[in-house]
């Protein structure tokens, strides 16, 4: 009897493995008829997939330049897409996105640069990215041209500075062993350097030159970081910011004869030229010209250097972060849109943008390349904060004020103006414009 019992028991216990089997066997040949497990696992997995988002943008670089970057993302997150658009900078990108802005088709990313700035964040365009946590790889110094009322609105990951490159070996036959620490300083060398017969500097004195805004910055800002701030809030004048460093411009430069008229009729090619063949010791630049320098003079020794304030250790460059990529703030793909920025703020996505685009990565844990004759103006200028660029600085009117600007610093090289008749100019401009 119990022997029965028992094998009636395994009887029982065979039947019920076998039809488990085959009913799961029946499962997987209706979802697939391919026997494979793994197959079912991964349609199963299938369903919980994120669903397909294509992310629009208009970039300021195109689409060859911003590849690697768009396809790491990619690799990383496939199931975002992207539609490219590109303008090129800086007028036809700034009058595309405009419109698209006023007829609400502007895509989810977008880029926000000095000249659109006010219009973009006044108009509620833009996100408000500050307190986003990727923004902590962004230099505080980058901030302030993609910020209003402390608020940041865009994502930079470059920037540029611009200084005077100076030949070497001429320093040294004019008798120059160190770089100048005092404007004074500088424009002694400059006198050196003609004494040795030897044209000391070329500059073409036009828009807001390399020269006067890094001046501003190492007699002006050193001491007061927000003058411009206060100007633009009536607070302060041109006449009180600007009539030194013009008059330290005049009486150092063009009453020493070191700048010349004729210089204003000259291209930036010419100017760059000359300098290459080792026909003038210095003249203002920046990394755009570096290259070219070498090729027209492969034994050339040069480098780039700050121009000096009147006191010692007051140093600037001339110069400013890199745009910024905003988030439209009516996209519907947010999430996404952020996940991108996000991105560029990794090793690498930052390692793709500057393979890419060829800009100069400053941002805060990254390791950047650049030339040796470049590396003062990276160091001391662009990661030290020591750049400033009036059109980026400046809140509003900025072309109105540039051109009043131009015009006043040719004024003074021929001697039809004064310092203080061109700084009363700007004042005069600045509330012209305001009273509109």
């Given amino acids: 009897m119990k022997k029965t019992s028992l094998l009636l028991l395994i009887t029982l216990l065979c039947l019920s493995v076998v039809l488990a089997a085959c009913g799961k066997n029946s499962n997987t040949g209706n979802k697939g008829n391919t026997g494979n497990e793994g197959t079912t696992n991964n349609a199963e997995k299938g369903n919980d997939a994120p669903k397909p988002v294509k992310l629009s943008i208009l970039a300021w670089n195109n689409e060859k330049e911003m590849k690697p970057v768009i396809d790491g993302f990619k690799e990383k997150y496939p199931h975002i897409s992207f539609d490219f658009q590109f303008a090129p900078p800086v007028k036809d990108y700034i009058a595309k996105l405009q419109t698209m802005l006023l007829s609400n088709t502007a895509p989810d990313i977008f880029i926000i640069a000095a000249e659109n700035r006010n219009e973009i964040i006044d108009g509620g365009y833009a996100l408000d990215l500050t307190d986003e946590p990727f923004m902590s790889v962004m230099l505080d110094s980058n901030k302030p041209m993609l910020s209003k009322d402390g608020r940041t609105?865009?994502?930079?990951?470059?920037?540029?500075?611009?200084?005077?490159?100076?030949?070497?070996?001429?320093?040294?036959?004019?008798?120059?062993?160190?770089?100048?620490?005092?404007?004074?300083?500088?424009?002694?060398?400059?006198?050196?350097?003609?004494?040795?017969?030897?044209?000391?500097?070329?500059?073409?004195?036009?828009?807001?030159?390399?020269?006067?805004?890094?001046?501003?910055?190492s007699n002006v800002l050193s001491k007061d970081p927000t003058f411009d701030e206060k100007l633009f809030?009536?607070?302060?004048?041109?006449?009180?910011?600007?009539?030194?460093?013009?008059?330290?411009?005049?009486?150092?430069?063009?009453?020493?004869?070191?700048?010349?008229p004729d210089m204003i009729?000259?291209?930036?090619?010419?100017?760059?030229?000359?300098?290459?063949?080792?026909?003038?010791?210095?003249?203002?630049?920046?990394?755009?010209?570096?290259?070219?320098?070498?090729?027209?003079?492969?034994?050339?020794?040069?480098?780039?250097?700050?121009?000096?304030?009147?006191?010692?250790?007051?140093?600037?460059?001339?110069?400013?972060?890199?745009?910024?990529?905003?988030?439209?703030?009516?996209t519907k793909n947010k999430e996404e849109a952020l996940l991108f920025l996000e991105y560029m703020t990794t090793q690498?996505?930052?390692?793709?943008?500057?393979?890419?685009?060829?800009?100069?990565?400053?941002?805060?844990?990254?390791?950047?390349?650049?030339?040796?004759?470049?590396?003062?103006?990276?160091?001391?200028?662009?990661?030290?904060?020591?750049?400033?660029?009036?059109?980026?600085?400046?809140?509003?009117?900025?072309?109105a004020l540039r051109n009043q600007f131009l015009v006043s610093i040719q004024d003074i090289a021929v001697n039809k103006i004064t310092p203080e008749q061109a700084t009363a100019y700007l004042d005069k401009k600045l509330k012209e414009m305001e009273n509109k």
Avoid at 369 to 374: D, E, G, L, S
């Fill in 153 to 217: 609105y865009a994502f930079t990951q470059s920037g540029w500075a611009g200084g005077l490159f100076y030949n070497k070996q001429l320093f040294q036959k004019a008798g120059i062993t160190k770089l100048p620490e005092t404007w004074d300083e500088f424009i002694q060398d400059c006198l050196k350097l003609k004494e040795a017969g030897i044209i000391p500097l070329y500059d073409r004195m036009h828009d807001i030159t390399i020269i006067h805004s890094a001046m501003f910055g």
């Fill in 233 to 260: 809030k009536g607070e302060a004048t041109f006449a009180e910011g600007w009539t030194e460093v013009l008059t330290m411009w005049k009486e150092g430069l063009i009453d020493n004869k070191i700048l010349t």
């Fill in 265 to 330: 009729g000259l291209t930036g090619d010419q100017v760059m030229n000359e300098f290459s063949l080792g026909n003038v010791a210095m003249f203002p630049g920046g990394p755009w010209n570096i290259a070219t320098i070498e090729k027209t003079n492969p034994d050339i020794e040069f480098e780039i250097m700050p121009i000096p304030g009147k006191e010692p250790g007051n140093k600037y460059y001339n110069g400013a972060p890199g745009v910024g990529f905003a988030v439209n703030s009516k």
């Fill in 348 to 399: 690498e996505g930052l390692k793709q943008f500057e393979e890419g685009t060829g800009g100069i990565i400053t941002a805060h844990g990254y390791e950047t390349k650049v030339h040796p004759a470049y590396a003062p103006a990276y160091n001391d200028g662009l990661m030290a904060g020591k750049i400033y660029l009036p059109m980026v600085s400046w809140d509003r009117h900025q072309e």
